[in-house]
C-alpha cells in the first residue's frame, strides 16, 4: 500500500470552530472534505500537508434548505450522492441532480462533497502522478511552485510560463451557469461571491480563495419558470473518468423559443471554467433556431484553446467542446418544445 | 503524541482502535483487525476493490482516513456471512460462477449488498449503474449482474454444488492473496526504480539509507548479478540493474524496513549517479544502426532482439495464381494485463543447521504467479542455491492473464532480502510497478498481402511484422514465432510466407498477453479478409465458410489440426445474431462485423526443451473416502482446480465436493509448467486423468473380484462401483477404496502428462504446434456516433469450440472475460508514453487503473455465449482451451462492424473516438477507399 506521511487532523465541530482553528492554523493546513481528491494528492506526493482540518463534523456545512425568496442553499460538506436524492434539489433543479449523478462512480459520490467537486485540484497529466513520475519527467511548473521558481518547464505546452492544468469539476460549469454563488469563511471573514468569480485562470492558484478560508456553501437564486438548464460531457468510460470536454447550459425559454438568456460555460479544458460569452451573445434575445445553435456551438469552439495535457487530442477536445453545445442547446430545445 | 482512539463498529462488533490520523481505514481494516478481505486493486480510487460499506453505504477505503469514519459502522466482506452461514448474495455469487479471480469480488458484493438493502429486484441497467466503480477484469461483468438479479431467486441447494470449489473463500473473504499474508516478524521490502529511459549507473550509494532507523538491508544489482530470462534464448535480465537502466521504472535497489513507510523513504535515501544515454523508443529507430544498443551482447548490430523468417510454399507462385490480391497495412497498439491484484512475494529463509552459509539454507517463497515452477529453477539459479531447499507457493492469485507468468524483480529481491535479514520480507508492487512490470501485448506493425481466387479461395498469405519488445526479452522470442504461425488457421492457407522482427526499445518489456503473439495478426488478417470479400462482392461469412480449415488436417506449416469445430461456430453467432438480416442492411451508424480465430491448447514443446513431461499429477484416496489431488498448476482465478476436481471426480465417480485439490506448491506437488498458454485444462487434466485412472482400474479390480464379474462390466458412478446391468449389486466408494487399500496397499497413483511429437521438422517448427486447438467465431453489433466518433457495442455473440465443456459455467466465463478484454483493446486500452528524447520522454503516461482505461459496467455490453463441443480425442474427457481463444476474434470484429456501420476501414488498433472520426474526415476528403500507398511499414534491414 502507498503509505500517507504523518500529519495531524483537526476537526472543528462548528462554523466558529472551523473559523477559530482556520486563524490558528494561520493557513498551513489543507482542507479534508470527503477526501477523494485530497487523499490521492497525498498519496501522490503532490500534497505534503502537516496539518489538516477536516469539516467532517461541521453539521452547519450539511444542510440542504430551500426558500422560495432566497433560493437553494447546499452545504459544502453535502455528499453529491446527497444532493443528487435531496427532495428540493430534484423539485428545483433536476439538472444540479442529474450532474452529480455523472461524477466518478457511485462509492465516490457517497464520499465526494459538493465542496470539494468545487475546490477540486487542476489536472495534467503531467501532474497527476506519481513522486516517483514526476521525479522523472523533471518536475513541473505546478508542481515547483512554490518550492522552486525557476522552473520553467511545462510539458504539456513547452515554452509557457503559466500553468495550464484543467479544472475538471462536473458541477462548476452547470452551477455557473445558474449563476451560483458560494459563502466563503475565514479566520476574519463570512462573505459571499459569484462562483464565476471564485476560479482563477492560473492553474497553480486556481481558486479565489485564501488559505485560511474555506468553501462552506453553494447559494442559487430561485430559478426563473422558464428556465431550463443541462450539463453534458465527454469522457473515455462511462464511469470512474474525468471530463475530456464538458459544458453546463441555463436558458431562460419563451414559449416561442425566444431565448431571453443563456449562460454557456466550458469545464474541462482550461484551467477554469470559461464562459463562451460569444455564443452567449448569439443566443440572447434571438429565437433557438438550427442555425443559432450553430452559430453557438462555433462561438464556443473559438472560445477555447486545449493543450496536450490531457487524454484524446487537442483537436478532438477542442471539436468536442462546439459539439457538446449544439447538442445541449437542441436537447433544452426539445425538452422545452415537448411542454 | 499518543495516537487517537477512535471506536468503530466493525462487522457488528464494537471496537476501540488506536490509529495515527493519516491512516487510511484500508490499512487499520486490513493490518490492524485482519480484515484482508478489503482489498488494494490501485490505491487512488479508481478500482472499486477496497469498498466497504459505512452506515450502509458503499465507499472506498484506500481513500477514508480512519478518523473521519469514527463512531460508524462498518461492514467488510467478512461480515456478510451470518455465523457461519452464506448470505444469499454470497450464495448468488457462487451459484452464478460470479467470481473468477475473486480480487473484485468483496466490492462487488458490497456495492451490490449496499443497493439490494435499499431496493428490490432492481433492472440490469440500475445494477450496471450501480457496480460502475467496481472494476473486474476477469467476468465481462455478465455473471455478477446475474448474480445480484438471481439473488432471490429460490434453488434446489441439495443439488446446486458449488461452480467453484475454491469459491467460497472468494465470497467470505477467508482466501488469502499474497498480500494477505504476514509471518511473524516481517519486513517490507519497497524496490528503486530508475528515472531514465536509458543510463548507466555510475555509482548507488546506499549507506545513508542503511543508516535510517528501522532499515534492516539495502541490496543493489551486484547483490545478484546472474542473468535470466524466462526463456533459455533469451538471458537479458537481472533481479536488479547492474550496468545499466533500460527503462524509467527499471529496478536498481531495494530495501526491506521494518514498516513500508519506512522503506518508502529510505529508498529517498539511495543516491544513485547516471550517465544518461540516447534512449530509443520508436520501433524503426530500433532499427537504426545509428542508435545506441539496449543490449550489448545481441549479435545484430542494431536494436533487434529476434528476426524469423519462415516460407511455406512458393508464395509468389500463390499471388500469380491468384486473382486479386491485396496488401495492407495495420498496426495494433500496446495493452497490458491490468489484472486487480497487484504483484506480491513474501520471502522466509531459515538459515542452514550446519552451515554458515545461506546456500545450505531453506528458502520458501510465496508469491502471485502463475507458474511457480520457473520461478522455483530461477530463484535457485540466480541465489545458486539447491532447488530443492527452495520451495515456492502460489497462494490465492488475483488475476494473471499472462502478466505473472515468468519470474520477477521482487521475488528476487523478497527472497535476497529475507536471506540478508533472516527474516520475512515481503514486496508488493503499488498499481503503477505493475504497469512497469508489463510483459503485455506487443505494439506491433503489420503488412499483409492475400491472394484470392474470383471465389473468394485464398492462395497465399504473405505476413510482415515489427514487434516492440520493450526493454527485456521475455517471451519474445516466442511471440516473434506465433506472430506468424498462427496465420495458417482458421483458414485454409495453401502457401503461407512470414517476416518478424522483435526490436528492444527503451519502454517496460512486452511478453505475453491473453492469446500470446496471435491477437495483433489475428486483427490484421479478419480485417483484411473483410476488405478482400467486399472488394469480390462477397458476403463477409460467406469468404469465411469457403475457407476454413478441416477437422484431422494438417496446415502448410505443419500444424496438426484434430477436432475442429470451427464451422458450427460461425453458423451458430450467424444465425443467433440475424447475420443475414442485417449486414449491410442496418441503419447509418449502426454495423454488424464477423471474425473468426484459433489457438493452442498449451503449447506442444516446453520451454526449457529437456523431454519431461509438462505436468505430473498424484491423486490419493483416503480412508474415509476423501480424494485429493495434488498438481503443480495454478488456479489464477480461471478455475482450474475447478476442473482437475472435476475431472477426478467424474473419473472416480464421486461428488466433486469430495475432492480436494493441493496445488502449485513445489514442495507438495509435482511438476506443472504453470498457468499459461492455455495448456492447464488439457494438459494438468490428462496427467490427473490418467491418475484418477489408475486408481479407479484399482477399485474396479477388488470390485470385479468381489462380484466375480469382469472390470468392464462396472461402472462407477454416484459414489458406487457397481455391475453396470444391475444396480443392487454395487459397492460404495468407501467401501471399493478399503478393498483397494487392503490388496495394493496405500491408495495413491501418479499421472503425466507430456504432448506427443508434433510439428514440422524445420528451423522454428517448434513453436506453434500444440496437441490441439480451440476454435472461435464472434459476431459484434454495434453503433457509431459519427459526431463523438464514440463506438457503443450493443451485443456480442461469441461461440467457442472448447472441445468439451468440463464446466459450463466456467466456460462461459472464459469467453465473457475474453470478449470484455478484447473489447477493451480494440476501444480504449492503450499504454501511451511522453514523447520527447530527454528527461520527460518514454514515461508510461497511462500508469494508473484512471488513465489506463479498463471497460466498466456502463461500458460492457450484453454478451451472449454459444459453448460448441467438438470432442478432442487427445483432450481430457474431450476437453481442450477456453481460456485465450476467445479473445482474438474480438478486436476484428469490432473493426468489420464498424466498417458496415459508417463505412470507413480502421488499421489502427485501438479505434478511439479521435481515429474513427479522422476516418471519417479522410473519406470526406477523398471518396477513395482503395490501397494507400505504403507508409508505415519500414523495411527491416538483414542482418
Redesign the interface.
Known amino acids: 500500500?502507498?503509505?500517507?506521511?504523518?500529519?495531524?487532523?483537526i476537526?472543528p465541530s462548528s462554523l466558529k470552530e472551523l473559523s477559530v482553528t482556520l486563524g490558528d492554523t494561520n493557513g498551513d493546513a489543507k482542507v479534508?472534505a470527503g477526501?477523494?481528491d485530497l487523499?490521492?494528492n497525498i498519496?501522490?506526493g503532490v500534497s505534503v500537508p502537516k496539518r489538516?482540518i477536516?469539516l467532517?463534523k461541521v453539521n452547519e456545512l450539511r444542510r440542504i434548505t430551500f426558500l422560495p425568496e432566497e433560493g437553494l442553499r447546499i452545504g459544502a460538506m453535502c455528499s453529491l450522492?446527497e444532493i443528487a436524492s435531496s427532495p428540493e434539489v430534484l423539485t428545483w433543479y433536476h439538472s444540479v441532480s442529474d450532474v452529480m449523478l455523472t461524477i466518478?462512480?457511485?462509492?465516490?459520490r457517497?464520499?465526494a462533497t459538493l465542496g470539494g467537486n468545487l475546490c477540486l485540484d487542476t489536472r495534467c497529466?503531467?501532474y497527476?502522478?506519481?513522486e516517483?513520475?514526476r521525479?522523472?519527467?523533471?518536475g513541473c511548473l505546478k508542481l515547483n511552485t512554490p518550492v522552486c521558481a525557476n522552473s520553467d518547464?511545462c510539458?504539456a505546452a513547452p515554452g509557457w510560463k503559466k500553468c495550464s492544468a484543467i479544472s475538471c469539476s462536473d458541477t462548476a460549469p452547470l452551477l455557473i451557469a445558474l449563476g451560483a454563488s458560494v459563502r466563503i469563511i475565514g479566520s476574519q471573514n463570512d462573505n459571499t461571491l459569484p462562483l464565476s468569480q471564485f476560479y482563477v485562470a492560473d492553474g497553480i492558484h486556481h481558486l479565489n480563495l485564501r488559505r485560511d478560508e474555506v468553501l462552506a456553501e453553494v447559494i442559487l437564486p430561485r430559478p426563473h419558470p422558464h428556465q431550463r438548464s443541462a450539463h453534458r460531457k465527454?469522457r473515455?468510460?462511462?464511469?470512474?473518468?474525468?471530463p475530456l470536454a464538458s459544458v453546463g447550459i441555463s436558458l431562460v425559454l419563451e414559449a416561442d423559443f425566444l431565448c431571453r438568456d443563456a449562460r454557456i460555460i466550458i469545464g474541462a479544458i482550461h484551467t477554469a471554467p470559461v464562459e463562451a460569452l460569444a455564443a452567449e451573445t448569439v443566443l440572447r434575445g434571438k429565437e433557438l433556431t438550427d442555425k443559432n445553435i450553430e452559430l453557438a456551438a462555433e462561438e464556443s469552439t473559438s472560445t477555447v484553446k486545449p493543450i496536450p495535457n490531457a487524454?484524446?487530442?487537442v483537436?478532438?477536445r477542442k471539436?468536442?467542446v462546439g459539439?457538446l453545445v449544439q447538442?445541449t442547446l437542441r436537447e433544452l430545445r426539445s425538452d422545452h418544445a415537448q411542454q | 503524541m499518543a495516537k487517537?482512539l477512535i471506536t468503530l463498529t466493525v462487522n457488528g462488533e464494537r471496537r476501540e482502535l488506536a490509529v495515527?490520523?493519516?491512516?487510511?481505514l484500508?490499512?487499520v481494516l486490513?493490518e490492524q483487525l485482519g480484515l484482508t478481505g478489503v482489498k488494494?486493486g490501485c490505491?487512488?480510487?479508481?478500482c472499486?476493490a477496497c469498498?466497504v460499506l459505512i452506515d450502509g453505504?458503499?465507499?472506498?477505503s484506500?481513500?477514508?482516513?480512519a478518523?473521519?469514519v469514527e463512531g460508524s459502522e462498518i461492514q467488510t466482506i467478512e461480515g456478510v456471512a451470518d455465523k457461519g452461514v452464506l448470505h444469499p448474495l454470497q450464495k448468488s455469487f457462487l451459484h452464478h460462477g460470479a467470481t473468477q479471480c475473486g480480487f473484485c469480488t468483496s466490492g462487488m458484493i458490497l456495492?451490490s449488498k449496499a443497493m439490494l438493502d435499499t431496493q428490490e429486484n432492481p433492472a440490469e441497467e440500475k445494477i450496471r449503474?450501480?457496480?460502475?466503480?467496481?472494476l473486474c477484469r476477469c467476468t465481462g461483468y455478465k455473471k455478477i449482474f446475474e448474480a445480484v438479479q438471481g439473488v432471490h431467486v429460490e434453488r434446489d441447494e441439495s443439488t446446486s454444488s458449488p461452480i467453484k470449489v475454491d469459491g467460497v473463500g472468494q465470497v467470505t473473504g477467508a482466501a488469502q492473496y499474497t498480500d494477505d499474508l504476514s509471518l511473524p516478524r516481517m519486513l517490507y521490502g519497497k524496490i528503486l526504480?530508475s528515472?531514465?529511459a536509458h543510463a548507466r549507473i555510475i555509482s548507488i550509494e546506499t549507506s545513508k539509507a542503511e543508516r535510517l532507523a528501522g532499515v534492516f538491508a539495502v541490496m543493489t544489482g551486484n547483490d545478484l548479478p546472474v542473468k535470466y530470462g524466462v526463456l533459455p534464448a533469451s538471458q537479458d535480465e537481472t533481479a536488479l540493474c547492474v550496468d545499466k537502466v533500460r527503462f524509467?521504472g527499471d529496478g536498481v535497489a531495494a530495501v526491506a524496513a521494518v514498516?513500508?513507510?519506512t522503506a518508502?523513504q529510505a529508498l529517498e535515501l539511495i543516491d544513485v549517479r547516471y550517465e544518461v544515454l540516447r534512449p530509443v523508443f520508436a520501433m524503426d529507430d530500433a532499427l537504426r544502426v545509428d542508435t545506441p544498443k539496449i543490449h550489448e551482447e545481441t549479435k545484430y548490430d542494431n536494436n533487434v532482439a529476434k528476426h524469423v523468417e519462415l516460407e511455406f510454399g512458393n508464395v509468389e507462385e500463390g499471388f500469380a495464381e491468384a486473382d486479386y490480391v491485396r496488401e495492407d497495412e495495420f498496426y495494433y497498439g500496446a495493452s497490458t494485463h491490468a489484472m486487480l491484484e497487484p504483484h506480491s512475494a513474501l520471502a522466509s529463509f531459515e538459515p542452514s543447521k550446519n552451515s554458515d552459509s545461506y546456500k545450505n539454507g531453506y528458502l520458501t517463497l510465496r508469491s502471485s504467479t502463475q507458474t511457480p515452477h520457473y520461478v522455483h529453477r530461477t530463484l535457485a539459479k540466480i541465489l545458486d542455491m539447491p532447488a530443492g531447499h527452495i520451495r515456492v507457493i502460489k497462494p490465492y492469485l488475483g488475476g494473471g492473464f499472462g502478466g505473472k507468468s515468468e519470474p520477477f524483480a521482487l521475488e528476487f529481491c523478497a527472497a535476497w532480502l529475507s536471506i540478508r535479514t533472516g527474516r520475512p520480507v515481503k514486496i508488493?508492487y503499488?498499481r503503477?510497478e505493475v504497469f512497469y512490470s508489463h510483459r503485455g501485448r506487443h505494439a506491433t506493425k503489420m503488412w499483409l498481402k492475400t491472394g484470392v481466387k474470383d471465389d473468394g479461395t485464398i492462395t497465399a498469405v504473405q505476413y510482415k511484422a515489427l514487434l516492440d519488445g520493450g526493454a527485456y526479452g521475455s517471451y519474445g522470442v516466442v511471440t516473434s514465432y506465433y506472430t506468424g504461425q498462427f496465420l495458417t488457421m482458421p483458414y485454409k492457407v495453401p502457401r503461407y510466407k512470414f517476416e518478424s522482427t522483435r526490436v528492444y526499445t527503451n519502454k517496460p518489456p512486452a511478453g505475453p498477453k491473453r492469446g500470446h503473439g496471435a491477437v495483433q495478426p489475428r486483427f490484421a488478417f479478419e480485417a483484411q479478409l473483410d476488405r478482400i470479400a467486399a472488394d469480390l462482392s462477397i458476403d463477409s461469412a460467406e469468404i469465411r465458410l469457403r475457407n476454413l480449415v478441416m477437422p484431422n488436417s494438417l496446415t502448410v506449416n505443419s500444424l496438426r489440426i484434430t477436432s475442429c469445430g470451427i464451422k458450427e461456430c460461425i453458423e451458430k453467432v450467424l444465425r443467433a445474431s440475424g447475420w443475414y438480416e442485417k449486414r449491410g442492411k442496418l441503419p447509418r451508424g449502426r454495423g454488424i462485423g464477423l471474425a473468426a480465430s484459433a489457438y493452442i491448447s498449451g503449447a506442444g514443446k516446453e520451454i526449457n526443451w529437456l523431454g519431461l513431461p509438462h505436468s505430473g499429477a498424484i491423486v490419493k484416496i483416503d480412508r474415509g473416502g476423501g480424494v485429493t489431488v495434488f498438481c503443480g498448476s495454478s488456479d489464477i482465478g480461471q478455475g482450474s482446480n475447478t476442473v482437475l476436481a472435476s475431472i477426478t471426480a467424474r473419473t472416480l465417480g464421486i461428488d466433486i465436493g469430495d475432492v480436494r485439490v493441493v496445488e502449485a506448491d513445489t514442495d507438495l506437488t509435482p511438476v506443472d509448467l504453470g498457468s499459461y498458454s492455455s495448456r492447464v485444462t488439457f494438459m494438468a487434466g490428462n496427467a490427473v486423468l490418467r491418475a484418477a485412472e489408475d486408481l479407479k482400474r484399482k477399485l474396479l479390480d477388488v470390485t470385479a473380484d468381489h462380484f466375480e464379474v469382469k472390470s468392464h462390466e462396472l461402472s462407477a458412478t454416484s459414489g458406487n462401483i457397481l455391475v453396470s446391468d444391475n444396480s443392487e449389486r454395487r459397492l460404495s466408494f468407501i467401501e471399493a477404496a478399503r478393498m483397494a487399500e487392503a490388496k495394493f496397499g496405500t491408495l495413491s497413483s501418479v499421472g503425466w502428462y507430456a504432448p506427443p511429437k508434433l510439428g514440422g521438422t524445420y528451423k522454428g517448427a517448434g513453436a506453434g504446434p500444440s496437441p490441439s486447438y480451440s476454435f472461435t467465431a464472434h459476431v459484434i453489433e454495434l453503433e457509431v456516433d459519427e459526431?463523438?466518433?464514440?463506438v457503443k457495442i450493443n451485443k456480442v455473440w461469441s461461440a467457442h469450440d472448447c472441445g468439451k465443456a468440463l464446466n459450463k459455467t466456467l466456460v462461459e466465463g472464459q469467453i465473457e472475460g475474453c470478449v470484455y478484454m478484447g473489447l477493451g483493446e480494440a476501444l480504449?486500452e492503450e499504454l501511451t508514453f511522453?514523447r520527447?528524447r530527454?528527461?520527460?520522454g518514454g514515461?508510461l503516461?497511462s500508469?494508473?487503473l484512471?488513465?489506463y482505461?479498463l471497460?466498466?459496467?456502463?461500458?460492457t455490453p450484453p454478451i451472449e455465449v454459444f459453448v460448441v463441443e467438438s470432442i478432442d480425442p487427445e483432450g481430457p474427457l474431450g476437453a481442450k482451451e477456453c481460456g485465450e481463444g476467445p479473445l482474438l476474434s474480438v478486436p476484428p470484429a469490432v473493426a468489420n462492424a464498424i466498417y458496415d456501420a459508417i463505412g470507413v476501414r480502421l488499421s489502427s488498433v485501438p479505434f478511439?473516438?479521435?481515429k474513427i472520426?479522422s476516418a471519417l474526415d479522410e473519406k470526406v476528403r477523398s471518396k477513395e477507399n482503395g490501397m494507400r500507398n505504403s507508409t508505415m511499414f519500414v523495411e527491416v534491414p538483414a542482418k
Open positions: 500500500m502507498i503509505r500517507l506521511p504523518p500529519f495531524e487532523v476537526a479534508l477526501g477523494t487523499i490521492v498519496k501522490q489538516v477536516w467532517g450522492a466518478a462512480s457511485p462509492a465516490v457517497n464520499r497529466y503531467y497527476d502522478q506519481s516517483f513520475w521525479a522523472a519527467v523533471g518547464t510539458h465527454i473515455s468510460r462511462q464511469a470512474i473518468d474525468f487524454g484524446e487530442t483537436g478532438y471539436r468536442m459539439l447538442r | 487517537p495515527e490520523s493519516h491512516w487510511t484500508a490499512e486490513r488494494i490505491d487512488l480510487g479508481d472499486g469498498t453505504k458503499a465507499i472506498l484506500c481513500l477514508t482516513l478518523v473521519t456495492t449503474e450501480h457496480l460502475s466503480g467496481n526504480r528515472p531514465h524509467v514498516d513500508e513507510f518508502q508488493t503499488t503503477e459526431e463523438t466518433g464514440i480504449s511522453t520527447g530527454g528527461a520527460a514515461l503516461k500508469s494508473s484512471l488513465d482505461k471497460p466498466t459496467t456502463l461500458d478511439t473516438p479521435h472520426l
